[in-house]
């Protein structure tokens, strides 16, 4: 066996999910809000201005491969760790290499660091000055929350990328693509995939397309060919790969399944919460699309009428989160039945509104003297801070005005007429407030 046929083996023998990364920005699939054109991040990428960034998502949605993109296209140099097994020295040793590249050759150096919420202060700390310095780029890539999981010297020196999910559809274009590209997909085999079995993968792979394209290669590898070497992979080979039962929906269903269960949430039909949210989960959905829809509902619709729907709601997402699925769906769903029986109320939503247009609209600045810091501030500022009443002198509350004058009369949170939002009028009342 020569060189080139080792070569060869070697990339066959690749994941199909490895194969089929993309290569450049107009192969990369997703991410739109990203990588679009005229976006910030492809102008960086296209004049080889790359700042120190960090790119943050969940799995499979293209985090490392654009970093990839990013090591092809640039002139500089190109250093991949892993925060799990990388140290201190390999720290060390990455921005020596980097030093030499600028000093010697006047390029730029790259550093990858994969799982970068995995790295402690101390790692941190050896690689904060070259960052700060410039002497490397650095593009770290997590599942968690940078701002909450990673030094924050680190975060604050680079640009922080969300990352989506990514769509159905966007998986689905995909899998085409896979089937259909013969240097790095399964174009050489003779494989035909029916929609069903395309669109059941991509519903049930929860935004990964890495577990998408395992799961097509799986149903490829396992699917006994006919006589003429014609693969023919169905639902029922899709449902097997995936390890996943379908309960038969397209994509308009599968929406029209999400509105009608966030719909029965605000009308205080638990019966129907539950089954539209069941049948979402069966079907293939998230469990954790459920859960944060089951969050955002219970302030939107419930909010203060019931402010404890919002604490069942979290702490059923939390459940899911850290119990995972399917011994999460008791707390789940008690969490939709509760919504549903709370008193609802809008008001929460109301206010939020008012206040967000009033910050577009009258942007009135001009924080009154006597609210503002004094620990550094003029004279004249120091000398207002005494016109300050601090409500605990005073029994716990005081007339005062918090708003600025422009703003001073404005009234955005109004109680409404159920549940706690009464008791919140009588606490008002007792307090004496005008408003």
Not at 295 to 303: F, L, P, T
Request: proline share 3%; with cysteine.
């Amino acid at each position: 066996m020569d060189l080139f046929d080792f070569n060869r083996n070697e990339e066959t023998a690749k994941p199909l999910a490895e194969r089929m990364r993309a290569n450049s920005l107009d192969e990369f699939i997703g991410q739109k809000h990203i990588v679009a054109e005229g976006s910030l991040l492809r102008r960086a990428i296209a004049t080889d201005r790359l700042g120190s960034c960090i790119f943050w998502g969940p799995p499979g949605c293209g985090k490392t491969t654009l970093a990839n993109i990013i090591a092809l296209g640039t002139n500089g140099e190109f250093i991949k760790l892993n925060a799990v097994n990388a140290g201190v020295a390999d720290v060390k040793k990455a921005v020596e290499t980097a030093r030499e590249n600028l000093k010697l050759y006047n390029k730029r150096t790259y550093l990858l660091l994969d799982e970068c919420h995995r790295f402690n202060k101390t790692q941190s700390d050896s690689l904060l000055p070259a960052i700060e310095q410039g002497t490397i780029i650095f593009i770290g890539s997590t599942t968690e929350n940078p701002y909450a999981a990673m030094t924050p010297a680190i975060v604050s020196r680079c640009r922080v990328f969300e990352f989506k999910h990514l769509t159905t559809e966007d998986i689905e274009e995909a899998l085409r693509k896979a089937l259909k590209n013969r240097h790095k997909g399964l174009g050489k085999q003779k494989i035909v995939a029916d929609d069903e079995a395309i669109g059941h993968i991509a519903r049930t792979a929860g935004g990964d397309l890495r577990t998408a394209y395992n799961a097509l290669e799986l149903a490829a590898l396992t699917s006994d060919p006919d006589g003429e070497g014609n693969v023919h992979i169905t639902l029922t080979d899709a449902e097997q790969s995936i390890q996943r039962k379908a309960l038969s929906y397209n994509t308009d269903s599968y929406y029209d399944f999400l509105s009608a269960f966030c719909k029965s949430l605000r009308g205080s039909d638990a019966n129907a919460a539950l089954y539209y949210a069941m049948r979402l989960i069966e079907g293939g959905c998230d469990p954790m699309l459920v859960a944060r829809r089951l969050v955002v509902h219970s302030a939107e619709d419930v909010g203060m009428a019931d402010p404890r729907a919002l604490q069942i709601a979290t702490s059923a997402m939390y459940a899911l989160e850290k119990i995972g699925y399917p011994e999460a769906r008791i707390p789940l769903a008690e969490a939709i039945i509760y919504v549903c029986e709370a008193e609802k109320s809008n008001s929460v939503v109301e206010a939020m509104y008012a206040a967000i247009a009033d910050t577009k609209e009258v942007r009135d600045d001009n924080v009154p003297a006597y609210l503002k810091d004094n620990s550094f501030g003029s004279k004249e500022d120091k000398a207002n801070s005494g016109a300050y009443k601090y409500p605990h002198n005073y029994g716990g509350y005081v007339e005062q005005q918090y708003l600025p004058d422009s703003l001073k009369d404005k009234i955005y949170y109004v109680p409404g007429k159920n549940g706690y939002e009464n008791e919140v009028k009588e606490i008002r009342a007792r307090k004496g407030k005008k408003k």
